[in-house]
């Protein structure tokens, strides 16, 4: 069993370290979609995962396209503050797809479009000023949920 963590284009290594030290404790699967903001051997990519970088399962894909063909047909939830449902509202499955966007933009607007009906959402202050969680955390909210609806498969 697992739950994937796709990053489509993460431009901060310590967010992508944090989240892959998160895979690797949860038997999670970490996918990164190119470009990246930074190099995967990036000193502070490697110090924010810390020793789990080994035990990280990581997939490399040159571009969002690249990534779609691939999973066609996969089950996809994409993280956006513009989700039509909460994040809890979802009733997760063994192998889904948990889509999260770039820090300072998030997931492409197209995307979001196409997949309407597959966006979910963290709720917070309806304060404007407050844009969204920070995307590592945003993550593991999300990531544990699902884990939690699936009764924390493999783990102790």
């Given at each position: 069993?697992?739950?994937?963590?796709?990053?489509?284009?993460?431009?901060?290594?310590?967010?992508?370290?944090?989240?892959?030290?998160?895979?690797?404790?949860?038997?999670?699967?970490?996918?990164?979609?190119?470009?990246?903001?930074?190099?995967?051997?990036?000193?502070?990519?490697?110090?924010?995962?810390?020793?789990?970088?080994?035990?990280?399962?990581?997939?490399?894909?040159?571009?969002?396209?690249?990534?779609?063909?691939?999973y066609e047909g996969k089950r996809m939830y994409?993280?956006?503050?513009?989700?039509?449902?909460?994040?809890?509202?979802?009733?997760?499955?063994?192998?889904?797809?948990?889509?999260?966007?770039?820090?300072?933009?998030?997931?492409p607007a197209a995307l979001i479009e196409k997949?309407?009906?597959?966006?979910?959402?963290?709720?917070?202050?309806?304060?404007?000023?407050?844009?969204?969680?920070?995307?590592?955390?945003?993550?593991?909210?999300?990531?544990?949920?699902?884990?939690?609806?699936?009764?924390?498969?493999?783990?102790?």
């Amino acid at each position: 069993m697992a739950i994937h963590i796709v990053l489509v284009e993460p431009e901060i290594p310590p967010n992508t370290g944090n989240i892959a030290r998160s895979c690797a404790a949860t038997g999670s699967v970490l996918h990164l979609v190119e470009p990246l903001g930074f190099s995967v051997d990036d000193k502070s990519l490697k110090r924010a995962g810390l020793d789990y970088w080994p035990f990280v399962k990581v997939e490399m894909h040159k571009n969002l396209d690249a990534f779609l063909e691939q999973y066609e047909g996969k089950r996809m939830y994409l993280a956006t503050t513009k989700g039509e449902k909460l994040y809890t509202d979802v009733c997760y499955e063994d192998e889904d797809m948990l889509l999260f966007g770039r820090e300072t933009a998030g997931l492409p607007a197209a995307l979001i479009e196409k997949y309407r009906k597959q966006t979910v959402r963290i709720p917070m202050s309806k304060d404007t000023r407050l844009r969204s969680f920070n995307l590592s955390n945003s993550a593991n909210i999300i990531l544990f949920e699902a884990l939690r609806q699936l009764n924390f498969p493999d783990l102790k």
